[in-house]
């Protein structure tokens, strides 16, 4: 029996050892890949064709991806301003904010999510919708690995190119295409004020018929935008280090 039970043992750690190095270079090479090569499809993609499905409705998925370079900075200030303002700075979690949220929750006030922009990348590249701590514990490895092999302009490259904007719309070229007739690289302030706010929940809220709820955190997003001067730095410690660098000479 004992002999038994160390054969099944070693089987089963022959096995957790074996698996354990193929999820580590599975991982670890796709995150190495999507540095260069644009995302496919997401997870959330295929569920979200499912539910349509389910639901009675056309499956309809419109998505086009483009490069860093035709997203219009607005837009990028703009989802910044609206979901993750320490992310020009942070390695990915914005330690201030999640304890922020959870002194809020232990309050008794509204619970809410606090999430950088790195998370929710991580989470809509390689991971499925939920908030259970087995998801979030990977969610937390793959927001180490694109924040150790991928530049801040990448992340936010890739973030607006798959993040959900309306039921099957996905990515900022899409969902200007649809909502506003034009090019991600051509949206006004006032337009990517818009599309960041509905990001929270963007199959309840609606670019398109926008209410005066979301007409007022479009108004606050500007706001914080016009405070951040308009333009959204990626490396600010970098632009201090040279002023520093002047200064001394």
């Known amino acids: 029996m004992k002999e038994k039970l160390k054969k099944v043992g070693g089987w089963c750690w022959r096995f957790f050892k074996k698996a354990t190095l193929w999820f580590l270079g599975l991982s670890i090479g796709s995150v190495i890949l999507f540095r260069w090569v644009p995302i496919p499809a997401t997870p959330l993609m295929f569920l979200r064709c ?11 998925l419109e998505k086009d991806w483009v490069p860093f370079e035709e997203i219009s900075p ?5 989802v910044v301003c609206t979901e993750d303002q320490h992310f020009p ?16 929750c232990e309050e008794g006030g509204r619970c809410r999510g606090a999430s950088t922009i790195s998370q929710q990348t991580a989470k809509n590249v390689f991971l499925w919708p939920g908030g259970s701590w087995f998801r979030k514990g990977f969610e937390v490895y793959f927001t180490f690995l694109i924040e150790l092999f991928w530049s801040k302009e990448r992340i936010m490259e890739v973030y607006l190119n798959v993040i959900e904007f309306g039921d099957g719309v996905y990515g900022a070229e899409a969902a200007a295409q649809k909502y506003f007739h034009k090019s ?11 599309m960041a706010v509905v990001l929270p929940n963007p199959l309840k809220r609606s670019i398109g018929r926008p209410t005066k709820y979301l007409i007022g955190r479009r108004d606050w997003c500007l706001q914080q935008m016009r405070l951040w001067g308009w333009t959204l730095n990626y490396h600010p410690e970098e632009k201090k280090e040279k002023k520093t660098k002047k200064r001394s000479k």
């Open 89 to 104: 700075t942070h390695n990915g979690f914005d330690f201030e904010a999640i304890q922020t949220a959870l002194d809020d």
């Open 50 to 60: 499912i539910e349509q499905k389910f639901d009675g409705k056309e499956m309809h």
């Open 184 to 194: 991600a690289k051509d949206l006004s302030r006032e337009e990517a004020a818009l």
């Open 74 to 78: 607005n837009l990028q200030l703009a």
